[in-house]
């Protein structure tokens, strides 16, 4: 089956750390560039990190540079997002996909960070 699983979601105070994980099944993932969004309530859903098949080169949103890091195992077929300096206005759905043919939407992953 083809399908994207997030988790590593949580509450987490202002400043805090958070580690999210996306694992992937179903294609050949080291072919594909992979992308961490999020959706705020009542907002659209952002574009957070992107990372190239080979894990060479990412781009994050400008809000989140300095404190995001996105990163891959394609023998694992994971990407992860690590999350540093954590600020109530992260508080989102982080959800991952594949940046070419992208799949369904999944549950994604919920972020809260509050004091």
């Known amino acids: 089956q083809v399908q994207l699983v997030e988790s590593g979601g949580g509450l987490v105070q202002p400043g805090g750390s958070l ?5 992937a099944s179903g294609f050949t993932f080291g072919d594909y560039v992979m992308g961490w969004y999020r959706q705020a ?3 659209q859903r ?14 994050y949103a400008d809000s989140m ?3 995001f890091t996105i ?3 394609n023998a694992e077929k994971i990407v992860w997002l690590q999350m540093n300096s ?9 959800l991952c996909n594949r940046q070419t043919s992208p799949l369904s ?3 994604g992953t919920q972020v809260i960070v509050s004091s």
């Open 19 to 23: 580690r999210l994980s996306c694992a």
């Open 41 to 43: 309530p009542g907002k």
């Open 46 to 59: 952002e574009l957070v990190a992107e990372i190239t098949s080979a894990g060479t080169t990412t781009y």
């Open 65 to 67: 540079r300095g404190r």
């Open 71 to 73: 990163s891959r195992d």
């Open 86 to 94: 954590l600020k109530p206005e992260d508080t989102a759905v982080y």
């Open 105 to 107: 939407w999944g549950q």
